[in-house]
């Protein structure tokens, strides 16, 4: 049996203090001139006014509150200490519903979608479609322990299968999971999948994991394997740096509060859909700050960008030649996604045993937090076919 303990969220005053004299000392730099404020990174004005309004406004005591409102725990698994949320709502312990976040996001994503999942009668759904909610923190994110070395998103899968099965006591569950996420969830249903006891379904909101050989058999493939490649040309440099030298990337996001956050903050704005309008009318200035602090208050940062050299490590989310993730496997298409787009039908069916594909009207890679209705209402969706 897996110990589970009660956690609850208090950073020391000492902490706070800390963080709070490195932002007031931070002063803006020059900035490119350009028309476009964000084409060379952060935007240094919208960063400014984030700035201004966490040191003067924010308020992490008000947040902590709110954070402390559903259930927190912890559990050791592995020698990892491993953070975690437990809401049993209306199911009643019936309907496990796994939900993994990724990068730079945190189990804080899944915030406002949290009463609707658990207690969709309060939220004028039917409470047939209720689950009980677990909502991890990654290893080295947020107030999960920090391992000793890069882990990654198949041994993290390992973890959680643990936590479900042998420390909660569910038989099966569901799974989602977006960014990483979509990675440990993908490895649920390939290593964890139904007929092992275990992952009975899955849900993604990205890409996960990649046949081998990865080789296009269709125009379409092609297609697409070209605009990833230019979109990683254009847009992972971070991944690169976070990949093969996290270690020099986190002693300077460590050092700098307000540098891990325009570091995070670029990344929300760059991967939303933000059709809308701009990244604050998508996301709150105290939406935005307590997903950052979520680094800062544990000093996560750095270990949480070991997560990438861990991905290569484990062999870059590439299957075993031949093989598929035959656990039912559900989609959800944001076409605000528009650096991870989605590949062809036919690469996920070599991929994935695909049951479920919704194309949405809206919303981006942070898909829980930018647009919590739509996520419930896919997730809902999928669930029911997956019963």
């Not at 990683?232 to 270690?247: N, S, V």
């Not at 590439?318 to 039912?328: A, H, I, K, S, Y």
Request: charged residues 20%; glycine residues 10%; negative net charge.
């Amino acid at each position: 049996m897996v110990r589970i303990d009660p956690f609850e969220i208090h950073v020391p005053a000492a902490k706070l203090e800390q963080l709070q004299t490195r932002i007031e000392s931070w002063a803006p730099y020059p900035a490119p001139e350009s028309s476009h404020p964000w084409q060379y990174g952060v935007s240094t004005a919208a960063l400014q006014e984030l700035v201004d309004y966490w040191r003067d406004t924010y308020d992490w005591r008000a947040a902590e509150r709110e954070l402390n409102r559903h259930p927190h725990f912890t559990a050791d698994i592995e020698g990892t200490r491993i953070h975690f949320l437990h809401i049993v709502g209306e199911a009643g312990g019936t309907r496990p519903l796994l939900l993994t976040h990724g990068w730079p996001g945190s189990f804080y994503e899944f915030w406002d979608s949290i009463g609707p999942l658990a207690w969709p009668s309060k939220f004028g759904g039917s409470s047939e479609d209720a689950f009980d909610l677990v909502i991890p923190s990654l290893p080295g994110y947020g107030f999960s322990g920090k391992p000793g070395r890069p882990l990654g998103q198949r041994a993290t899968a390992r973890l959680w299968n643990t936590l479900m099965v042998d420390g909660l006591g569910y038989s099966t569950y569901l799974a989602q999971g977006g960014d990483w996420g979509s990675l440990v969830t993908s490895w649920l249903g390939f290593d964890w999948g139904t007929g092992t006891g275990g992952c009975r379904a899955i849900h993604l909101n990205m890409a996960g994991l990649r046949p081998t050989p990865l080789a296009p058999e269709s125009e379409a493939e092609m297609a697409w394997m070209q605009a990833m490649q230019a979109a990683q040309q254009a847009e992972g440099a971070y991944l690169a740096i976070q990949a093969t030298k996290p270690q020099t990337l986190a002693t300077a996001l460590m050092d700098s509060p307000v540098g891990t956050a325009a570091w995070i903050f670029e990344k929300f704005h760059a991967w939303s859909d933000l059709q809308d309008g701009d990244v604050f009318e998508i996301y709150s200035k105290d939406q935005l700050l307590t997903n950052i602090m979520i680094y800062l208050v544990n000093d996560a940062i750095a270990t949480s960008v070991w997560y990438y050299a861990a991905f290569f490590e484990e062999g870059a989310g590439m299957l075993p030649e031949g093989q598929r993730c035959e656990t039912p496997t559900g989609f959800a298409n944001f076409p605000g996604e528009t650096v991870y787009t989605p590949p062809p039908r036919s690469l996920w069916d070599r991929t994935y045993n695909m049951t479920y594909w919704r194309d949405m009207p809206k919303g981006g890679h942070f898909a829980a937090m930018e647009t919590p209705d739509l996520f419930v209402e896919t997730v809902r969706d999928w669930a029911r076919a997956a019963d």
